[in-house]
């Protein structure tokens, strides 16, 4: 599976969009991008994944640029409850395992 | 909607015994994966099992086994424990190959 780059930590402001980013500049044809998110100490929860088209649902929307080497992740109206440590993995659709690595840190504030 | 059901949810063991931890899946789910998340660190992959079989392994030592049984349910069995099995463990269920569902986890202590 393709190796992702996030930014360790970020801040938003209770209310306002989050938007995370992800890089995963070597994913290849058949990958897809995960996000998932883990509230301290309780098992990781998902929240959406993509190939190549915008996806929405009800968590949250995922943007993949043209050339797939990227993708953000937005919470459009963050709560305090979105603090979390928020994942970025890409797997094969077919894929078994997930390889969690590093993350993203968001702290939402009032 | 019915979640991922993981027993016990705490588990204190000493060096060298035995731990068993069990794993309930979702309703209809045929798999489920094992995790490992050490303090501070991500969760690591253990080892999966499709209908039953073993589908995929990661990096679980020799000391630790699994199954899944007719019920679908899976238990992970660890045995001589050291103080670095000190975890949460996770499990997660699929209707493969669609996203996995974690569970609450069940954090062990070996002292």
């Known amino acids: ?110 | 909607a019915a979640g991922v059901i993981q027993s016990p949810r705490h588990l204190i063991k000493e060096k060298r015994e035995t731990a068993t931890l069990k794993c309930y899946p979702i309703p209809r789910h045929d798999t489920v994966y094992w995790y490992q998340q050490g303090p501070g660190q991500d969760p690591q992959f253990l080892i999966s099992f499709y209908e039953k079989m073993q589908s995929d392994k990661g990096s679980i030592p020799d000391r630790f086994s699994a199954q899944q049984f007719s019920d679908y349910h899976s238990e992970l069995n660890m045995s001589s424990l050291e103080l670095g099995d000190s975890a949460l463990y996770f499990c997660a269920s699929s209707t493969y190959p669609e996203e996995q569902y974690f569970g609450p986890g069940t954090r062990l202590t070996v002292t």
Request: proline share 5%; aromatic share 8%.
């Open chain 1, 1 to 110: 599976d393709a190796k992702t780059t996030q930014p360790p930590s970020m801040d938003c402001a209770e209310g306002r969009a989050a938007n995370l980013p992800c890089n995963h500049s070597t994913i290849s044809g058949n990958e897809y991008v995960y996000w998932y998110r883990q509230i301290h100490s309780q098992g990781p929860q998902y929240i959406i994944h993509g190939l190549k088209n915008n996806e929405t649902n009800e968590m949250a929307s995922l943007i993949i640029t043209e050339d797939r080497k990227s993708s953000t992740l937005i919470l459009p109206h963050a709560t305090l409850r979105d603090t979390a440590v928020y994942y970025c993995i890409v797997r094969a659709y077919a894929g078994n395992m997930l390889t969690f690595g590093g993350g993203t840190r968001l702290m939402v504030k009032p």
